[in-house]
Nanobody, 120 residues
Framework: VHLVESGGDLVQAGGSLRLSCAASGIIFSDNEMAWYRQAPGKERELVAIISSGGSTHYANSVKGRFTISRDNAESALYLQMNNLKPEDTAMYYC???????????????WGQGTQVTVSS
């Protein structure tokens, strides 16, 4: 499994970014996908999940500002981030797990991350 994130950048508060994750080595449509983030000195936290069928779930901190989506034909995952805040600054990671996984199971496949920095 190979997950490669891109799209991270330095942006001013209130701005927008779109992160992408290119997947290979898996049957993308058979996987649940997620975005996580980790800020310096903090634990990794779930940002958003999208099921193989397209159902979505968001962390309360990003609801209404971030949108997760997927393109199964392109084996690609996206995260549209609007109205960015300094507290969104973190390394953002793409993750995958089989669609039939226990919802409490950890995601088994991870990308290397892409850095998002939001200046105030």
């Amino acid at each position: 499994v190979h997950l490669v994130e891109s799209g991270g950048d330095l942006v001013q508060a209130g701005g927008s970014l779109r992160l992408s994750c290119a997947a290979s080595g898996i049957i993308f449509s058979d996987n649940e996908m997620a975005w996580y983030r980790q800020a310096p000195g903090k634990e990794r936290e779930l940002v958003a999940i999208i099921s193989s069928g397209g159902s979505t779930h968001y962390a309360n901190s990003v609801k209404g500002r971030f949108t997760i989506s997927r393109d199964n034909a392109e084996s690609a995952l996206y995260l549209q981030m609007n109205n960015l805040k300094p507290e969104d600054t973190a390394m953002y990671y793409c993750a995958a797990r089989p669609a039939d996984s226990d919802p409490k199971a950890d995601f088994g496949s991870w990308g290397q991350g892409t850095q998002v920095t939001v200046s105030s």
